[in-house]
């Protein structure tokens, strides 16, 4: 092997490949969250059939879920220009993710719902609960239980694929390791390094939410 | 003939046999009852060598079953088990799943196979069920699949583990008329099992296991209808009240 | 909007059609591959000791944990810098395999686990040996549950398939990006490209889903 590593380079450049993470980061939990957001929507409008957006949002889900990442996000950057709309990289992107992020949460949240036995629900209303009661004290804990894990998969992905930006000039971990690396042609020594952000960024991740489950999930099953 | 001198066997910590010593001869049927926990399952397993044990020996057919040397798959052919959850094989027909061990462990050929299965499972009263999936059949019907699948390997003895605890009420007189019928044929049959009343009209010889030994040990006849120690009446007394 | 095929040439045609026909070979190759070694690592894992099952399921975490974007440039990377450069459908089909194979081997892992313990015990106790139960209970039952999430992974893998073209294979979405840039008419393109990928994935994904309802019987 007559290659030499040279890490110097890479730790030098250290920082800016740390806000890069940040970016990743911040990109992947806004995506998450407005994803969540619109997820509520879609399966509101789904569950109570309100045409003609009952439609749309069939269309939305099936779209997002069976057409690649990449593709939405050409969509977005290239796509949209037809129509005059010029988005940033970063906004391209996000757009993206949000798209997909709903379109796969409203399944999550559809199975999560559909899991919980119809029992739960006619004990509840002998009770004399009323129906907003009934959502609030034991179908929506009970669904948050079983979506909680889905959607932390979901968070990991959307941070896995914020890499995509590195296609379109996004300076988020994968873009500023591309443009870093191109300045000092340290290509593979840049590229371990991000590789083991991502894997630290992920495990993190993931650490955190099983933390967040113990405390939030005490003694149920 | 099975030979049980002995038998210690622990998990972990916990002894679950603590020294068991039975003979079981050929044509006898033995039943075993006692409480959960009381070990009899366990010695069925041992028997089998699905389970190790740690002291003592069992011997079935001149062969020790516990023995480095002992080919133990081999063994098993000699030794039908029919467990409380019939286990059978889903993806597989019940014909299929009657066939499957003689024709890949006996190397059968599969018409040769099929030719036994078909008459085990018509001896148990499977007979027009023979395409149908397990999924379809009731529990007792699964559970003489199960009788069936075993006997189709020609075992010298049969072991049976509390075969009707997980059925419906109703479903469990067709299994123990089916194991009725194995007697008259005159197998050799070891059933744990909590139908007293079976246990005394069809056994030869019945024993009470209690905390891993064996409390007491005899004719149905005494055991059952004149228990001798105070722990059997107490345990008799619990269960046909 | 224009005439919609006015642009595309038969030269052009022929173009994305090869990028179809790659992305679709690719993608076989990973998802057969993938598979393969997905049941042979699933099993292993299911059937290991802690020890292995940890080390094993640190290397597989690994795989899952860096997006794939990376794993490649790293891949065609490390070999150029090696000095033995693969071609890009090589090294695209090793990194994909790879890829595939560990989410595979979860899928496969989770198969072979829930095939009850007494399932394998009945086998046994019928004389038939640790393989034999292996090949005619355990896996024929594992691999029926899994199934459906065995369509997901490989559904997930024609998706993928596209990110290859970063070490210049010339997939579906790669040919249609130089497209792009030759007619300037990016939306139909896209629009055709999201079409083939939207034509494969949904009505596999909705017989999956199909087969899973049937199985929950």
Known sequence: MDYEFHWNTVLQKLPEMLEGAFVTLHVSVLSMLIGIVFAVLLAIVRMNNIKPFSYVAVAWVEVARNTPALFQIYMAYFGLGAFGIHLSPYTAVLSALIFINSGYLVETFRGGFQSIPKTQYSASKSLGMTGFQIYRYILLPQMF?????????????????????????????????????????????FFIVAACMYYLITKLVLLAASLAARKLFRGEI | MINIQNVHKSFGDLEVLKGIDLDVKKGEVLSIIGSSGSGKSTLLYCINAIEKIQKGKIIVDDIDVHHPDTNQDQLRQRLGMVFQQWNSFPHLTVLENAALAPRVVKKMSKDEAIVIAEKELIHVGLGDKFDEYPTKLSGGQQQ?????????????????????????????????????????????????????????????????????????????????????????QKFLSKVLS | MGSLFTPLSWNDTGFILI???????????????????????????????????????????????????????????????????????????????????????????????????????????????????????????????????????????????????VIGYMELLRTSDQLISRTQQPLEILLGVGLFYFVISYPLSHYGKKIERNMAL
């Open chain 3, 19 to 165: 990028g179809v026909w790659n992305t679709i070979i690719i993608s076989v190759v990973a998802i057969v591959i993938g598979t393969l070694l997905g049941i042979i690592v699933g099993f292993i894992r299911s059937e290991s000791s802690k020890v292995t099952n940890t080390l094993l399921g640190a290397f597989l975490d690994i795989l899952r944990s860096v997006p794939l974007i990376i794993q490649l440039v790293l891949f065609s990377t490390f070999i150029g810098v090696m000095g033995h450069p693969l071609n890009p459908f090589i090294a695209g089909s090793i990194i994909l395999s790879l890829y595939t194979m560990a989410f595979m081997s979860e899928v496969f892992r989770g198969g072979f686990d829930s095939v009850a313990a007494a399932m394998k015990v009945a086998g046994r106790s019928l004389g038939m040996t640790y393989w034999q139960t292996v090949s005619y209970v355990s896996f024929p039952i594992g691999i029926r549950t899994v199934f459906p999430s065995w369509l997901g992974v490989a559904l997930s893998v024609i998706k993928d398939s596209a990110l290859v073209s």
């Open chain 1, 145 to 189: 239980r079983r979506i909680y894990h889905p959607m932390t998969n979901q968070f990991v992905w959307s941070i896995l694929m914020s890499s995509l930006g590195i296609l379109v000039g996004m300076s988020e971990l994968s873009g500023e390791t591309q443009r870093l690396q191109s300045l000092s042609f340290r290509t593979l020594e």
């Open chain 2, 144 to 232: 003489r699949l199960a009788i069936a699948r075993a006997l189709a390997m020609k075992p010298n003895y049969m072991l049976f583990d509390e075969i009707t605890s997980a059925l419906d009420p109703e479903l469990v007189g067709e299994v123990l008329d089916t194991l009725r019928i194995l007697r008259e044929d005159g197998m050799t049959m070891i059933c744990v099992t909590h139908e007293i009343a079976f246990a005394r009209d069809v056994s030869d010889t019945v024993a009470y296991f209690q905390h891993g030994v064996i409390e007491e040990m005899g004719p149905p006849d005494q055991v059952i209808s004149n228990p001798q120690k105070e722990t059997t």
